[in-house]
């Protein structure tokens, strides 16, 4: 943004108000430090153990974006512990959206003291835009999935039936997406929904309320990418919704980085050009030993390189792989360096669950995707929208269990790794560079969208 144009605006104080899920705090967190950047004022706004490895993630941050506490009411069925996903087993997440829920009386307190002009918040608090709205706040629901993940939910009225719908409902391609699409979910996806889902106010009665409540939808996304679904979204809500870019992070260049990254470069750098597969699914999904069997059983059968970053050294299967594919494969059971590993030139395909914030990760270094959906939130829709774009494909599963084989998982890394049928996925996940790793065109949408919360705020607000 052109530095006259930053001195001209006026400078606002933006609320921030993530869901509690590491894969929203960081493009929540992302964004705050963008906005503090161009000189407003941010208050994040989340639990105290949340903010505190918050801050020892971006140690920096605290000279530009203000932590407020809120401390997490007891639920019961919560664990005392428990203040995010991270960890939580998924049939105690509803416990931890009503916890979530009995914020909105602390948060009420601080958004009436306050100077706050706009509130940005998550999907979950369906409670917070008539509150904004009564104290002269403005609010921006910002989505940190993606323009086609939120089309396929639909319009606020349409997200309200689903509530009353049979799941199965999900498993179809909705009406009202007008160009050729095969996202969806399957069956095993829908199946767990009730699991992580509050029965008092589901998820789509929350994406409901706070689409119909909020003034603007921002979302992780860009026209290059997602101009179809984004242009539909604005006839689904009949208000503007705001591409605020990938949010690609750049990989630090610092020497030798820490000791972890010292031994996997060293590892990397002994193998050729394009050749390894990197696997790895996020912080919150969890396999079955069955599923670890048969997933480690299809990597050795692969016969390729891989580096397969695991949470815990607890499964049995993990000894013998270790023995068999020494030299060819490293099982890192600790904190990997993920956009680093994914950088180096020896690596071809990421396995992946298919989280965004992954995805967007990989395909900004160019690699392949092989999709194995952690059937968890809007996973399964991605894996289905990147098998469309031909950057990546899916692991075959059985539609009503979601089991798979130690074959199937095989003959997806080798089609996408070095089979010549795979020779359009790697070209077209290696040109997604020039989309999902162009930091410079992305963060000009997020410039875009500080202007647009400068030139569209209630500068004075009533504290009634």
Not at 229 to 235: A, E
Not at 341 to 356: E, K, Q, R, V, Y
């Amino acid at each position: 943004m052109d530095e006259m144009m930053k001195k001209q605006q006026p400078k606002l104080h933006i609320a921030m108000f993530p869901w509690l899920a590491f894969g929203h705090f960081m493009p929540f967190l992302y964004l705050s430090t963008h906005l503090a950047q161009l000189g407003h004022r941010i208050s994040f706004i989340s639990t105290p153990k949340n903010l505190l490895r918050l801050s020892q993630i971006a140690p920096d941050l605290s000279s530009l974006v203000t932590m407020v506490p809120l401390p997490l009411p007891s639920v019961q069925g919560l664990p005392d512990s428990a203040e995010s996903t991270s960890g939580l087993p998924l049939h105690q997440v509803p416990f931890l959206k009503r916890a979530y829920d009995q914020l909105q009386f602390p948060l009420t307190d601080f958004l009436h003291n306050s100077d706050i002009n706009w509130i940005i918040h998550d999907f979950a608090p369906y409670w917070l835009p008539p509150i904004a709205t009564r104290l002269g706040i403005d609010s921006v629901f910002f989505s940190t999935f993606s323009a086609i993940a939120l089309a396929f939910m639909g319009s606020p009225e349409e997200l309200l039936r689903r509530c009353r719908q049979p799941l199965e409902n999900l498993t179809v391609v909705p009406h009202w997406i007008p160009f050729p699409s095969n996202v969806a979910y399957r069956l095993f996806e829908v199946m767990s929904m009730p699991q992580w889902m509050d029965s008092d106010a589901s998820d789509f009665f929350r994406l409901a309320k706070v689409i119909e409540g909020c003034r603007f939808v921002a979302t992780r996304s860009c026209t290059e990418l997602e101009a179809d679904s984004l242009s539909l979204l604005q006839k689904l809500y009949q208000k503007p919704v705001l591409p605020v870019g990938l949010m690609p992070s750049e990989v630090i260049n610092d020497g030798d980085g820490d000791e972890s990254w010292h031994s996997l470069r060293k590892w990397l750098d002994e193998k050729t050009p394009n050749s390894v597969f990197y696997v790895a699914f996020g912080t919150e999904v969890t396999l079955s030993q069955d599923q670890m069997n048969e997933l480690a059983s299809g990597m050795e059968k692969s016969g390729l390189p891989f580096i397969w970053v695991i949470k815990t050294k607890d499964y049995p299967i993990i000894t013998g792989l270790q023995t068999r594919v020494s030299g060819r494969g490293l099982v890192w059971t600790d904190w990997a360096p993920q956009k680093r590993i994914l950088a180096h030139p020896s690596i071809g395909g990421f396995l992946t669950h298919c989280g965004w914030s992954s995805v967007i990760e990989g395909l900004g270094m160019g690699r392949a995707l092989i999709l194995f959906s952690g059937a968890c939130s809007e996973q399964g829709l991605m894996a289905r929208f990147l098998q469309d774009k031909q950057v990546g494909l899916e692991v075959s599963r059985d539609d009503r269990d979601g089991s798979f084989t130690s074959d199937s998982v095989s003959e997806s890394i080798r089609r996408v790794m070095v089979k010549e049928e795979g020779d359009k996925i790697r070209k077209n996940a290696w040109a997604m560079r020039n989309i999902f790793g162009n930091v410079k065109l992305q963060t000009k949408y997020l410039d875009e969208f500080a202007l647009i919360l400068e030139n569209n705020s209630v500068i004075t607000k009533s504290t009634n």
